[in-house]
């Protein structure tokens, strides 16, 4: 437990410059080998990853980063020497399902997806085929149709999923503006991943007899216009787990802090671009263990037997700089709920 203070506002202000620096490294070109592992020992089993990322925006380049630093440390004490192919699915779903084609004919040993668009790609594009899918940062892979249940898998399909805790978020909203008495809620409603958390959303704030207003977006260039609408009507916004939106962030941020309103998200990645605050898991931490994952697969476990694993680890994450824009204290007893 440790007491939120301005350095935590270094910490974040160091996590935004990290996404920058990732953020601005060259996209890979399709059909593009982007990594492999260090020489080999004599004797290594050669494997090729397929790697598929729904789009790039801050937390899926942590993700990802992760998956690829963990696989390169730990190849070569499974015995391993593995390839990694990584492709950006520019947000597109065609363009998803081509690159997840191309894995399966290329027969890659396996097929590794982040965010739910890309898991679901690969998933019907594997079908049949054999190739396991390891699945990282999916909110909800039973609601997404991935797996019939966490414990046991089955099929050939697992990975790691960032469960929303989402009373304990509108608990620290409650807390950090208690004036709040409406929210508006933002999400492309063709992510599965953000319907699962507005439907646990819907329901917290009926019981609450809290008032909502919907606003969709169905790409990042709507952002603008939903967020002044939404922040026109209502006293705060509220937005999940979405990619749409996380990719356009900034945006939706500038719009708050102009008419001092308070944007409550679902991940650490949205609170340094901007937004308020969250309770949310470590995606450094969720791409390691989807690697572990991979690894255990390579080496031979069939994926379906290997449970999807929930990361809970939520913490507090609150941005100082926004919170002072807007007028918001930060009550001192405010604490990261590791
Ligand atoms: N959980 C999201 C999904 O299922 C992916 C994701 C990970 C994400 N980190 C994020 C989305 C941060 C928005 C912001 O697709």
Redesign the pocket.
Known sequence: MKKLTALFLAVLMTLALAACSSGGNAPAAPGSDTGSAPAAPEGAKEVTVGLIQ?ME?P??DE?RAAITARLEEKAAENGLSIKVNYQNGQGDTSTINTICQQFVAAKADVIVAI???AAQGAATAAEGSGIPVVFS???DPVAAGLVDSIEAPGGTITGTS?AIPVEKIFALAQKLTPDVKSYGLIYNTS?D?SLSVIAQVKGYLDGQKIPYVEGAVTTSADVQTSARNLLGQCDAVFAP???TV?SAMGVLADEAIQVKKPVYV??D??VADGGLATVGVN?TNLGSQTADMVLKVLTGTPAGEIPVEVLRDNAVVINAETAAAIGVEIPADTVTAG
């Open positions: 729904l925006h937390s899926l993700i965010a739910t668009p940062a999916v909110t960032d992510e991943n787990i979405d990619n996380a679902a991940a990645s949205m995606y």
